[in-house]
């Protein structure tokens, strides 16, 4: 796999970690184990393409790490005798100066090396073994100094004629010493070595060298003068018993140095005896200059010397942490990668542990969101996951992200578990990769910046279809599932982007493309739970989760699994504000329900007044299939009460039943002349016929409700009884069958279309619109209708009851 030839090997429990972290915590240099780049194995292209990189060295192979050790021990022979050459020699013996001569060539065999070390990139992570970018990275570094402090200053300095200032360039070896401060580095984190002995050995070397040096520097200035002045220097004034150092550059070269070195000590340590006592302006310059780094120094020194009895520092955390882990995976017998993976791991985090995330933990959690926001955010608005997302529900998003880094070669995802965390990339590069059932890999794709993962296992809330792998060091964020489901809680708008989203960036990919039906159910599930959601706050009467729901995109037309609208329940319960609110946000205000019931009809079965008038006011009405039935059968029932309310919202009082008996002929024939009176002052029809020719006032008559008769018999005098009423009345109790085709086309048994039977209406037009419409032609053509002979019929009084005719448009009508 390309991410794993990518992959480094672990690195060793020996190994050092640098602490050079940029300020946002994504550049890391932490060394790893290297090896020797072997010619058959170990070849990459550089910019001009060749592949000869046969001699780079790898800075773990094990003679390089003798080398270093070689090295090391020359620098601190270099840093030690530096101070010393430059304040007790004036031109080195013979035997120093041959030493002197091996010491520098051997610096100079370094600075040649360190154009062949292969060094690991801090924003990739990845080693680079290409000789430009190391030749280059060195000479922008170490180089010079590294050149300078090679030269032969003491022979320089006997050649210009022993000219003071030159001596004064031995102080460019001192740059040195850094090899020093690295060897101490890696020491500290070296989990095999004793901590405390580590740090004691770093401290007793700090104060030895600057006391070693501080004396060489006394003892110079006690030089400077002529020897008929030597009286009015340090050394040359003091006396120790009887014994007197005048004269002191006639004295042992050795007790001399210990003389400086003892009183440096002292001075340093500030017993208040045996300090130096400066006696002229030079060395009370610096007496001054030195007491006050004592100061600085000794404050360094007890500091750290606290650090050790408390144990508070980061470095011995991480030593202490380590060594649990190590003692772990070696009593559960841990394999040597997932061990490495581990170790590898923690030292970063270790090395990353002034990242932007744990910076924010002590600050108020109002500062903490605008930070996070600052420095979040850019990432985020360009993830295409939320493109179309409102800005609040990007802002909720960011102010609870965690921030992570990983290890090439780290899984962070497996196939097939469960993912509890949602990932955005902001730098790095990952490759996803599918399992097939043989066990092989198959890499799909590779994620960069402004791109996330997990989210296909989140949002459908199913196991990860794939595997992520990390290729090189990745700066991810990462918000935990539950803070991001409580999120789209509260925006399912959003949420319905995010899904869209989702569908259009998987679009390329065949693999991913195989979940849509996956997503599709999520949706469903989803926009289901939202519409219970908002049924259940209407049922409630819980206004302002409705307004929270609706305006955070819920959909109020929405219903549940019988087909019921928030309205609905709404205008059950009787709650006017809902109903209100509902109306305004331009909800379907006749949507019926599976048992076909409209808003209205509910609001008449509770008996809510106000909400049955703003309903009717509007323009709701019952819209049932079946009204005359309905209402004949609640007339059957006595429920006078109901009634009333249905004739009161605008049900037809004259709706019939499938018998063409109206409410009136119910109410007639079981005596109830209440209900009658009300269907009467409804506009109830007193002389409309049933199949069998019997009007309302029939039935009163038959069932002898004097009463009930003398009501209806005024009715019937009051209503308009004109003889285009009686002919409308004759009329609608004709019937005939319409046919979609020509006349001569009715013997064609291959040709035959099924006609309809209707009621023949008052007027010849209404006649061809509901014929038309039944027959389910367009509405915009026009229409003529032929009798069965091919004449066209041009009044409604031509056609008799059972006749047979035929619908065509006009241009047929012309082709005849």
Known sequence: MECLRRRQESIDEDDDLNDDVSSRGRRFSLNETFRWLDTSEHRQTDSDGRNDHRFIIHPKNSWYKTWEMFILVWAIYSSLFTPMEFGFFRGLPKRLFVLDIVGQLAFLVDIVLQFFVAFRDSETYRTNYKPTPIALRYLKSHFLMDFISCFPWDLIY????????????????????????????????????????????????????????????????????????????????????????????????????????????????????????????????????????????????????????????????????????????????????????????????????????????????????????????????????????????????VIRL???????????TEQGNVVDHLYFVCEGLLEVVVTRTDGSEESVMFLGPHTSFGDISIICNISQPFTVRVCELCHLLRIDKQS?????????????????????????????????????????????????????????????????????????????????????????????????????????????????????????????????????KEGASFDLEDSG????????????????????????????????????????????????????????????????????????????????????????????????????ERTERRKCTVFPFQPHEAKEEHSRKHGVVVWIPSDLQKLVVTAAKELGLSNEAFFVILSEDGGRITDIDMISDGQKLYLISDTTDHKL
């Open 158 to 397: 006997k050649a210009s004629g022993k000219h003071e200032l030159v001596r004064y360039m031995l102080w460019i070896r001192l740059f040195r010493v850094r090899k020093v401060v690295e060897f101490f580095r890696r020491l500290e984190k070296n989990t095999r070595i004793n901590y405390l002995f580590t740090r004691i050995l770093k401290l007793l070397f700090v104060e030895v060298y600057c006391t070693h040096t501080a004396a060489c520097i006394f003892y110079y200035l006690a030089t400077t003068l002529p020897k008929e002045n030597e009286g009015y220097t340090w050394i040359g004034s003091l006396k120790l018993g009887d014994y007197s150092y005048e004269n002191f550059r006639e004295i042992d070269l050795w007790k001399r140095y210990i003389t400086a070195l003892y009183f440096a000590i002292v001075t340093m340590a500030t017993v208040g005896y045996g300090d130096i006592h400066a006696v002229n302006l030079r060395e009370m310059i610096f007496v001054m200059i030195y007491v006050s780094f004592d100061m600085v120094l000794g404050a360094y020194l007890i500091g750290n010397i606290t650090a050790l009895i408390v144990k508070g520092s980061n470095t011995e955390r991480f030593r202490d942490k380590m060594n649990d882990l190590i003692s772990f995976m070696n009593r559960k017998k841990l394999g040597r990668d997932i061990r490495g993976q581990i170790r590898d791991h923690v030292r970063l985090q270790y090395d990353s542990n002034y990242t932007d995330t744990v910076m924010l933990q002590d600050i108020p959690a109002s500062i903490r969101a605008k930070i996070a926001q600052t420095l979040y955010l850019p990432y985020i608005e360009k993830i295409p996951l939320f493109k179309g997302c409102s800005v609040e529900f990007i802002n909720q998003i």
């Open 484 to 616: 991001f489901s409580n999120i789209l809680e509260i925006y399912f708008h959003d949420g319905r982007n995010i899904l869209n989203n989702l569908m259009e960036g998987n679009e390329s990919n065949e693999r991913i493309k195989k979940l849509e039906s996956d997503v599709m159910v999520h949706i469903g599930k989803q926009e289901a739970e939202l519409a219970l959601k908002v049924n259940s706050a209407a049922f409630q009467g819980d206004i302002y989760q409705i307004k929270s729901l609706i305006r955070a995109g819920a959909d109020p037309n929405k219903t549940d699994y019988d087909g019921r609208s928030p309205l609905h329940l709404a205008a059950s319960r009787g709650y006017e504000d809902i109903t209100w609110f509902l109306i305004q946000e331009g909800v379907y205000i006749n949507l019926k329900d599976k048992f076909g019931n409209t808003p209205l009809f509910e609001a008449v079965k509770a008996g809510h007044e106000k909400v049955i008038g703003l309903l009717v």
């Open 402 to 412: 965690h921030e992570e880094y990983f290890l090439p070669g780290e899984v962070i």
């Open 629 to 728: 039935n309905f209402l004949c059968t609640t007339v059957a029932k006595g429920d006078s009460d109901f009634l009333k309310r249905l004739l009161s919202s605008g049900m037809d009082p004259k709706s019939e039943d499938y018998d063409h008996r109206t409410p009136l002929h119910v109410a007639a024939s079981e005596g109830l002349y209440l209900m009658a009176n009300m269907l009467v002052e409804a506009g109830a029809s007193v002389i409309a016929k049933d199949r069998w020719g019997n009007s309302p006032l029939d039935e009163a008559r038959t069932c002898g409700n004097k009463k009930l008769i003398k009501l209806l018999e005024v009715a019937k005098t009051g209503q308009s009884s004109s003889s285009h009423e009686l002919q409308e």
